[in-house]
């Protein structure tokens, strides 16, 4: 059949992920550091993704195409987002900020759950990348996770952040009074709806504005069908906890 389907220019990508993150249907891939689509019946012809491609590469044309399954895209297996023969995070076109990550953490030596040993590392974080708006909804780390949904204000006003927060959970990070709390909502939607959350911690700043990340989240979980145990926490802007 003949239907709308894109078409990517490889000469033309350079690899960002923008357009992995824009369609929802886990159409497109990072392979070697370009963007492929991995199979006609994952491709609804919207073109959500031709926006976000800062290089022109992606362009909708009429061809013969098999039809968009839904069905197929809702049963697709879990994948991550780069497939790569690459063992560098920056080798070829893949952008290091945007690739899937998940980093093995030793037990820290620690005397009290905020000081660190010495020589000891501090990073708490297991899973990359952080910002809402990069993280892939697909990423196999997101099954059986407790999410931290954190206002990116709060883990430099708060000197634990680390120690209690992030550890043993998925970190996603956004500003909600500066970026667009509905894509929030959308995007973690998607990945409520696509995951088996255990639970969700949202932390955010006192100051009125960080009200938007809690909305986003609460409607997010009534979007997807996915009420899990939730708690919040809120720091004040000289970094005690409310």
């Not at 959308?186 to 006192?206: P, Q």
Request: hydrophobic share 35%; charged share 25%; aromatic share 6%.
């Amino acid at each position: 059949m003949k239907r709308n389907i894109i078409e990517i220019d490889q000469e033309k990508c350079n690899g960002c992920g923008e357009c992995v993150d824009a369609c929802h249907e886990g159409a497109i891939e990072l392979v070697n550091g370009k963007a492929h689509l991995v199979s006609d019946i994952y491709c609804d012809g919207l073109g959500a993704c031709l926006p976000q491609c800062p290089t022109g590469a992606i362009q909708m044309s009429e061809k013969e195409a098999a039809a968009f399954d839904e069905t197929a895209v809702k049963n697709r297996p879990v994948v991550s987002r780069v497939l790569s023969t690459a063992h560098d995070h920056g080798a070829g076109h893949t952008c290091p900020g945007s690739l899937t990550r998940e980093m093995e953490r030793k037990p820290l030596k620690k005397e009290s759950p905020t000081r660190i040993a010495p020589g000891e590392p501090a990073s708490e974080l297991s899973t990359w990348p952080v910002q809402i708006k990069l993280v892939n909804p697909r990423a196999p780390y997101f099954d059986q996770a407790d999410i931290l949904v954190a206002a990116d204000c709060t883990a430099f006003a708060y000197a634990g952040f680390h120690a209690e927060f992030i550890r043993g959970r998925v970190t996603l990070i956004g500003c909600p009074k500066l970026d667009d709390n509905n894509y929030y909502m959308e995007k973690l939607a998607e990945i409520f709806g696509n995951n088996d959350i255990h639970s969700i911690r949202v932390v955010r700043m006192e100051v009125p504005c960080c009200g938007g990340m809690v909305n986003a989240v609460k409607r997010a979980m009534l979007s997807s069908g996915k009420i899990v145990p939730y708690d919040e926490i809120v720091i004040g802007i000289d970094g005690a906890i409310r």
